[in-house]
């Protein structure tokens, strides 16, 4: 097993909570960023900033990518 497979392995609840700070479109694109923190078994992270780059399919987004 990988270390990233043994760490999941590991965790019995965890649980994601996002908060939009912003989206910004420009026609069929846009980039979301949001503040993310978790809780893993009952403990709390660090927030942290995501960016999602999104695109539009028809009247809905699409996730393209995300990061740091």
Same mark, same amino acid.
């Given at each position: 097993?990988?270390?990233?497979?043994? =760490?999941?392995? =590991?965790?019995?609840?965890?649980? $994601?909570?996002?908060?939009?700070?912003? $989206? %910004?479109?420009?026609?069929?694109?846009?980039? =979301?960023? $949001?503040?993310?923190?978790?809780? !893993?078994? *009952?403990?709390?992270?660090?927030? $942290?900033?995501?960016?999602?780059? !999104?695109?539009? =399919?028809?009247?809905?987004?699409?996730? %393209?990518?995300? *990061?740091?």
């Amino acid at each position: 097993r990988t270390r990233l497979e043994e =760490a999941f392995r =590991a965790i019995r609840s965890q649980r $994601v909570s996002m908060t939009v700070e912003s $989206v %910004e479109i420009r026609g069929d694109t846009a980039i =979301a960023t $949001v503040s993310r923190q978790d809780l !893993l078994d *009952g403990r709390l992270t660090k927030r $942290v900033k995501m960016m999602f780059r !999104l695109s539009r =399919a028809g009247d809905s987004w699409r996730i %393209e990518g995300m *990061g740091r």
